[in-house]
């Protein structure tokens, strides 16, 4: 339903596939992943962590299959040794507190090698958006700025990051890597 009314998949996905990712060959860990609608992405396999129960079993009914996983788990129990071309976040960071957000970040840090995060901002130019925004249970809405430090205090290095409107919500789009020591 929102993505007839506002095409919020359609141009979430537009934007990944502008940024090349995830790619046919790709391992992808979707963080947030609730009903599994970006496990249609193109990929090699993919692993979809919620902490809804309800929201994972219907992902697995829906849209599971030998290489699409859904588990409710938390992200931070990844191993070290697996890893994930891409690391998605949609919706998600601002339902964490300030330690849950850098804690996420050092652990997509430690997973992936590309992290890609789509969240909403605090101001909305739209009154809709900005009635969506503040009646969504997510208590953290950070301003741009105050995000991105996150990012970068988790040693992930912002590649892009660029303004996406959803009809009436204003978004950011990020894509950050991995500060790999040399």
Not at 122 to 138: A, E, F, K, S
Request: net charge negative; proline share 4%.
């Amino acid at each position: 339903m929102l993505d007839v009314a506002f095409g919020l998949y359609r141009k979430r996905m537009a934007v990944l596939a502008s940024w090349g990712l995830p790619g046919d060959g790709a391992a992808v860990l979707d963080v947030g992943c609730g009903t599994g609608q970006y496990s249609r992405l193109p990929h090699a396999s993919y692993l979809g962590l919620d902490f809804d129960e309800r929201l994972i079993e219907f992902a697995s009914r829906r849209r599971g299959d030998a290489t699409t996983e859904f588990r409710a788990a938390d992200a931070n129990t990844l191993s070290d040794a697996t890893t994930y071309d891409v690391v998605l976040i949609v919706d998600a960071l601002h339902h964490l507190s300030d330690e849950e957000l850098a804690t996420l970040l050092a652990t997509v840090r430690k997973v992936g090698r590309h992290a890609t995060v789509f969240e909403p901002v605090p101001h909305q130019t739209n009154r809709l958006g900005g009635w969506i925004v503040g009646h969504d249970r997510g208590a953290h809405v950070r301003p741009e700025a105050e995000l991105l430090g996150f990012f970068e205090r988790a040693g992930l290095r912002i590649a892009r990051n660029q303004p996406l409107d959803l009809g009436p919500i204003s978004t950011i789009a990020v894509l950050a890597e991995p500060l790999r020591s040399t």
